[in-house]
């Protein structure tokens, strides 16, 4: 009622109502969100979340490459769990080539998956407080981050985006040091969480400033597909992980995390629950981990090992031909999905039997986490929209693409 | 006569020079504290450990551009920088700082002015404070600004009154508006053992006065970008900024010159316990801001009418009480 | 009520963790001082490698050119003469650039080469004060001396 009665005033002489543009520079906007609002005092009465500042064209730019380079394009779309695009996208082209992946190398997926949701969440936590000054919290989040990436670094080379899956595998085994790297930080994680609780989930006004706040009904995520914590804080307990498994999740033992009321405070303590689950599933996976190869064999998929490269002509030409010309999978089309940070990230893949993928195109959860912004802060005082956003955890790479 | 104007301009020039210089180092303080707290190491590059970084911050400000926003209310944009660095410098003449001494056969005493309603005068220049806020939000043509001044100027003048109410029940105990007087009172026993209820409104009250964490929403940088100073830029922000600093110095002298016992302590080192007094405030002030989160609008309101007001009312009644049987 | 005062006393107790941080080693280094450990593989700059004859390891086949997906890479090869004797192989590069600016250190030229030439080190402290001075000419990646850039140079690969 309210859009179209305020598309009806004049807002120059109503001096009820101001138009604030938020962002795209503002501190807390989680990037280049841009959200012009209508605001009566401090109370939204509009707002209309515009996109589009961080587009990249990466989908665009994916179908001038082959499907080996695109692993490093899909990594900078949800910049804070690259592993989890790349598996997406990996899978989508396993799926459509039928490639096996060794069991070693799905476990080590598995490992760094969960790592990268770990340090997704880590960073949703961190900014979440800064949000409401809470610098400190921030600082730490970030130094436990730092960690994980550190792995990542061990392991790849690279800290944010590891481009470190391949199709049929991963690109190096595991380094020496990452076991003991991993179970490091699995046993100093919990007294850094315990802290985290202990200044968060009973402080007054943390739960003062985050209940009942954005409120989103188990319908309304139905409508805007929204899925993730945000979809598990109304009550419903749909994980990719458990409903569709990939790389074995249904071998693991965890749980789903769900809280009822759909305000950010359940989105915080579905979080909070999350970071202990997969905490739990690595130290799991850690146990499956078994010597083996740690790429599949099938040498039309995968690059040939190095060591044969000096012996074997056939190895040559084989790598000649998958550097320059890549792979040709079949002609078709194939969607599959993984349980990201921040929801359900699907990835759809039309083959035309050339190089190069003929279109894809990605089913990114922030995008509709941003879209139900314009409903969801109507009725909210700027100091809440904040607050809101923030629990939302967007990431506008994931969004513009 | 003129050795009293001397005297007084002597007084008054070594006070701004030092809270100038206070307010520099409380920056680097707070800095290298929150650093600290955050496991980072803070200021390290210019100079030993970081100590000339005030300086550098200075130089930096005082030589930036001068811009005004276009729109911008010309007088007042200039004037509200102004107004806040005055009045957090003018409210101190009234603290003192130790009691009287000879020097050259004269007597000096370690305050400015010795006015009989100290209080008074301390609270209406608190007051004056929230015409900066209200000033630089209105004539900076910035919505971002609007809001924090309305924000300011509300939450100001909400909690001038616990903090009054507090300080009254001092008052009734002491029998006097007079600061030094205050601080006779205290002699033999602090008023913040008689009076531990007020002292606490009284800091709560304080942190939004000076508009600090948790209660910084004028400039609540996370929701307004800088809330009431988003538009100014180089010295002018420099003087709010050395204001905000010099007013937690102030209401840490204030809290200490009527709760603490003012500059006294064991041992004859009255300006020493009163420093030391302030630096245990000062950081106290910005543990605070490591810590919590800030709170909202409505909250704050309703915190500070439905809660603070009537415990403080509450507690000036009992006072009143004992005081009179 | 009780609740009420539980959740104050958690913000006093809040305000003593973070103190305790306080005591806490900081995370953050000195940093033009005090440099991390990087691991093994960590990916900085190019290095163009030579065996430990003295002889380049490029063969000019331009593999890394082509895989490179943000194409930082031109390589200009030329034929290996009897009397000009640069590689093993029968080509060898001219000419070998790098653009910085476009490289995105994501590692598969190294993965690409069949001989092992070009290697990414871990001097990731790459800034110039324009565009020219961060495209890494053939003289500025190849190492001068065989394993100069920390790669043993009789490594098969």
Request: include cysteine; charge should be negative.
């Amino acid at each position: 009622m309210l859009k179209q009665e305020i598309e009806n005033r004049d807002l120059e002489k109503d001096s009820d109502l101001m138009e604030l543009s938020l962002g795209p520079q503002h501190p807390s906007t989680h990037g280049v969100l841009r959200i012009k609002l209508i605001l009566k005092g401090e109370i939204v009465q509009q707002a209309e979340p515009v996109i589009g500042y961080l587009h990249t064209g990466v989908e665009k730019e994916c179908e001038t490459r082959t499907y080996h380079q695109v692993v490093t394009l899909v990594d900078r779309l949800d910049y804070l769990s690259g592993p989890a695009e790349e598996q997406a996208y990996i899978a989508t082209v396993e799926k459509l080539m039928e490639v096996e992946v060794p069991e070693r190398a799905q476990t080590i997926r598995l490992i760094l998956l969960e790592l990268a949701r770990i340090s997704s969440h880590l960073l949703w936590l961190g900014t979440s407080a800064l949000e409401l000054n809470m610098s400190s919290i921030y600082m730490y989040c970030f130094a436990e981050r730092e960690k994980i990436l550190d792995i990542f670094e061990l392991i790849s080379g690279a800290r944010m985006f590891p481009g470190y899956w391949r199709i049929g595998g991963v690109a190096l085994d595991l380094p020496v040091g990452f076991e003991e790297a991993v179970r490091d930080f699995l046993k100093k994680f919990p007294r850094m969480w315990k802290d985290m609780d202990n200044l968060l989930t009973n402080n007054y006004v943390w739960c003062e400033r985050l209940k009942g706040v954005g409120v989103i009904t188990e319908e309304d995520c139905r409508q805007y597909m929204l899925t993730g914590p945000t979809l598990r804080a109304c009550g419903d307990s749909y994980d990719v992980r458990k409903v569709y498994p990939y790389l074995n999740y249904q071998d693991y033992q965890f749980d789903v995390p769900t809280a009822t009321l759909g305000d950010s405070y359940a989105r915080y303590e579905v979080r909070m629950e999350e970071f202990k689950q997969s905490a739990s599933i690595i130290e799991q996976a850690l146990g499956k981990l078994k010597p083996g190869p740690f790429i599949t064999d099938n040498r039309k998929v995968a690059f040939p090992p190095r060591k044969e490269l000096r012996r074997s002509m056939e190895a040559v030409i084989h790598q000649f031909k998958l550097v320059s010309e890549g792979l040709h999978p079949a002609v078709g089309d194939v969607y599959t999905c993984v349980e990201s940070a921040r929801g359900e990230l699907g990835y759809f893949l039309v083959s035309d039997g050339s190089n190069k993928p003929y279109r894809l195109h990605v089913r990114a959860p922030s995008f509709a986490h941003v879209q139900i912004l314009s409903k969801l802060l109507v009725g909210q005082t700027i100091s809440d929209m904040v607050v809101t956003i923030a629990s939302l955890d967007p990431i506008l790479g994931d969004v513009d693409r | 006569m003129w050795i009293d104007i001397i005297e007084v301009l002597a007084k008054g020039l070594t006070l701004v020079l030092v809270l100038s210089g206070c307010a520099a180092y409380m920056t680097l303080c707070e800095r290298v504290l929150m650093a600290r707290m955050q496991l980072r190491l803070g200021p390290n590059r210019t100079g030993p450990f970081g100590l000339f970084q005030p300086m550098a911050d200075g130089i930096k400000l005082i030589f930036k551009e001068r811009f005004q926003p276009a729109g911008a209310d010309t007088l007042t944009y200039w004037l509200a920088p102004a107004i806040a660095a005055f009045i957090a410098f003018f409210a101190f003449g009234l603290i003192p700082f130790g009691p009287s001494f000879e020097f050259m056969g004269r007597e000096i005493n370690l305050y400015i002015a010795d006015v009989n309603s100290g209080i008074l005068v301390i609270l209406a220049f608190t007051s004056l404070a929230v015409y900066d806020v209200v000033l630089a939000g209105w004539s900076s043509n910035n919505r971002y600004s609007i809001l924090g001044s309305i924000r300011g100027t509300a939450q100001m003048i909400s909690y001038e009154i616990p903090l009054g109410l507090s300080i009254l029940s001092v008052v009734l105990a002491a029998g006097t508006l007079n600061l030094p007087g205050i601080v006779e009172a205290q002699a033999e026993r602090w008023f913040i053992w008689t009076h531990p209820i007020a002292f606490i409104i009284f800091v709560i009250c304080s942190f939004a006065e000076t508009n600090r964490a948790p209660f910084d929403l004028p400039e609540a940088e996370h929701e307004l970008v800088a809330g009431y100073h988003t538009e100014y830029g180089g010295l002018k922000f420099g003087m709010f900024f050395m204001a905000e600093y010099i007013n937690i110095l102030l209401v840490s002298a204030i809290a200490i010159t009527f709760f603490l016992g003012g500059w006294r302590g064991p041992g004859d080192l009255p300006v020493v316990w009163f420093a030391a007094k302030l630096a245990v405030f000062v950081f106290f002030f910005m543990w605070v801001r490591a810590t919590l989160p800030r709170v909202r609008y409505d909250q704050l309101m309703t915190f500070g009418w439905k809660i603070l007001t009537p415990i403080a009312i509450a507690n000036l009644i009992v006072t009143a009480y004992f005081v009179l049987v | 009520m009780k609740l009420q005062i539980g959740k104050f006393m958690s913000m006093l107790r809040g305000l003593l963790i973070v103190l305790k941080y306080a005591f806490k080693r900081p995370v953050t280094l000195r940093y033009p001082e005090k440099k991390r450990d990087l691991p093994e593989r960590s990916k900085g700059r190019h290095h163009l490698t030579k065996w430990a004859d003295g002889l380049e390891r490029c063969v000019g086949c331009e593999l890394c050119a082509i895989v490179c997906p943000s194409q930082a890479i031109y390589v200009k090869p030329a034929e290996n003469t009897p009397d000009n004797q640069v590689s093993k192989g029968e080509r060898y590069a001219a000419d070998y650039q790098v653009n910085m600016l476009r490289c995105i250190f994501c590692g598969y030229c190294e993965e690409a080469c069949p001989t092992g030439a070009v290697v990414l080190g871990n001097d990731y402290e790459l800034a110039g004060y324009d565009r020219q001075s961060l495209i890494y000419t053939k003289g500025m990646l190849t190492e001068e001396k065989p394993g100069e850039s920390g790669f043993d140079p009789n490594r098969e690969i």
